[in-house]
């Protein structure tokens, strides 16, 4: 917010007498927010100087199809548009120099591809080919990926697995480093990569440069970790599902002494009804988005509430918990995401099939909540959304 500072206040400077220092300091940090615009009390400045172009709905498609596409919402005029991709299953974005990547798996062959697109007019630059079906992409470097992937036995269940190291310039993969039991989402901090890996209830802790694992952390009580964000405090937060006698929760860890330091505990079972984006980290905000969003299959351990779980990185606290809108047409969360820019929470959900439950073959709907989860707007996705990112540019 801009000062009132007169100009004319200004005009008088080279008579003012200012004699103390401390006085003297005070009068040109006044002086320089009525030039600069900025405020003295924690507004976000890169924040305040950027704009949302666009806010980019995966809609994941129904699995048998392989139909996944993009749905661009732009924030300014109000108005959705469906953009059809060559991707099959999408299972996250990423967002990485000035490219946005579409993690998707690849039914006929049980394995996957990244494929980027430029962030202005989303055009395809590149698509890499993965052996097994990706979940997640980090990056660990300018030119370096690494992409989380999934083992399942004949029985579905899940098996130690791998992270795929992408070349980033010819984009391929160079390498494959064993980590446990159904990889998730990763963050990468001091030279270090966090991976969760959801069936075991531990991290793997990758060397970004040998890439190779340093070790595997237990994580006490933590029900199914699968989200990994790191904060502005640099804190590796991972958010653990819970699920029957566990709590869901938040674990804050050094990233150094590798040491769990505080945890949140949430209000209910952690998860996407699409298996896809359950949690946001808003580095704008300092703040952490989790959704409850599995009502329909009621009790552990996935039962969920329809609620988003809003938790303060900076004072590690939970700061609000919303209950979404109810409407009989719409069930169920899919995935959440805050524009820090407009404060704007955006959360996904699915049309109604006729027995009551959530149907996986038809456009969903974008709700537009405000920061008390009151909707403010609302707009059609494509099929089965299932991740939000957002697009942004300087003014």
Known sequence: MRSSFSSSVLASLPNARLRRPAVWIAFLAVAALSLTGCDLFGSNDDEGRRVTT??????????????????????????????????????????????????????????????????????????????????????????????????????????????????????????????????????????????????????????????????TLSLPDCASPKSVFVDEENEVAVVCQGGGEQASEVLFLSPIEETIKDRVELGAPIGSANATQSAYYSEGAEELYAISGVETFGGPPLGGTGEIFRVDTDTNVLDATLEVPQDDELVNLTAVGYDAVTQDLYVTRLPVDDAGGPLFSADGTALILDRSGDEVTRFETGNTPGHIAFLRDSQ
Do not use: C, W
Not at 56 to 62: L, M, P
């Open 54 to 215: 666009d806010v980019v709905i995966a809609n994941s498609g129904n699995f048998s199809a392989q139909d996944g596409s993009l749905t661009l919402y732009n924030p300014t005029d109000s108005t959705a548009a469906l953009k059809d991709i060559e991707v099959a299953f999408i299972n996250s974005l990423a967002q990485h120099n000035g490219r946005l990547f579409v993690v998707d798996n690849t039914a006929s062959d049980n394995a996957g591809k990244i494929t980027s697109f430029d962030t202005d007019q989303l055009e395809q630059i590149d698509q890499i080919s993965n052996p097994r079906p990706p979940r997640y992409v980090a990056f660990p470097g300018d030119d370096k990926g690494y992409i989380t992937n999934q083992r399942f036995d004949e029985n579905f269940n899940a098996q130690p697995s791998t992270v795929s190291v992408v070349d980033l310039v010819d984009n391929s993969v160079t390498k494959q480093v064993d980590v446990g039991r159904s990889p998730q989402g990763m963050g990468v901090a001091g030279g270090k990569v966090f991976v969760a890996n959801a069936a075991d209830g531990t991290l793997s802790v990758l060397d970004a440069d040998a890439d190779t694992v340093n070790t």
